[in-house]
């Protein structure tokens, strides 16, 4: 069965820092690719997607992600985090077919210190 | 356009009590989900529907059951509650099409107590 990993649970930035946050999948197919985002208190928004093409997507917020095939990894990225930012990260990997199910990672907790 | 909504927002019941969530989708999709976020767990699918009239399992059904009665409407039911499953819940949407392409828009959460 398909996995996501996820091994940044917790990370604690200052604000202007960059940001890398890890993701692995396990699934050696086609795979569509997404982060989402948690607000404190607030419900899942999309932060980007990749699902064929150049794979540095960018997404909203100066948020981008690099797919690199070979590693199974859609990692994301962010060259000056602000407090604003503080959120918990989901990457998810959708299996295809007919049902548009989306398996989630463990998520990221990201703190950004003002 | 209300988008993805949840009733109700909290809930607190005693063990072996019943309830049910109800999620509400204005945008026509013909997918619904229930997934539950636990602390360390990420998001788990409990159970899904592909339109109206059908659902299927997810990865963590057991202990609720789904009803997709109307396109817009998908209701996730609690028939004996446990604290196992306090957790919070949320509702998620997306069009059919393009297969695994579709983004899933989700609904503002559920946050459950079973005490």
């Known amino acids: 069965a398909q996995s996501v990993s996820q091994h940044n649970h917790h990370v604690i930035l200052s604000e202007a820092a960059s940001l890398e946050l890890g993701c692995n999948y396990s699934?050696?197919?086609?795979?569509?690719l997404f982060w989402y985002v948690q607000y404190p208190g607030q419900h899942l928004q999309l932060l980007l997607k990749y699902f064929s093409g150049d794979p540095l997507v960018k997404g909203i917020k100066g948020f981008e992600a690099e797919f690199i095939k070979s590693k199974f990894s859609f990692n994301l990225r962010k060259p000056s985090v602000q407090w604003s930012d503080t959120a918990e990260y989901f990457c998810a990997v959708n299996e295809g077919g007919a049902t548009n199910k989306l398996i989630f990672g463990t998520g990221t907790l990201l703190a950004v210190q003002p | 356009n209300a988008g993805v909504t949840q009733t109700p927002k909290f809930r607190v019941l005693k063990t072996g009590q019943s309830m049910t969530l109800l999620c509400a989708q204005d945008m026509n999709h013909e997918y619904m989900y229930w997934y539950r976020q636990d602390p360390g767990m990420g998001l788990r699918l409990i159970h899904y529907s592909v339109g109206e009239g059908t659902t299927a399992k997810g990865e963590v059904p057991d202990g609720y059951n789904v009803s997709r009665l109307k396109k817009q409407n998908f209701l996730l039911g609690l028939e004996s509650a446990a604290p196992s499953q306090t957790s919070v819940y949320f509702c998620a949407s997306s069009y059919w099409g393009l297969a695994g392409r579709n983004e899933q828009f989700f609904g503002p959460g559920t946050r459950l107590t079973v005490l």
């Open positions: 699934y050696g197919g086609t795979v569509n």
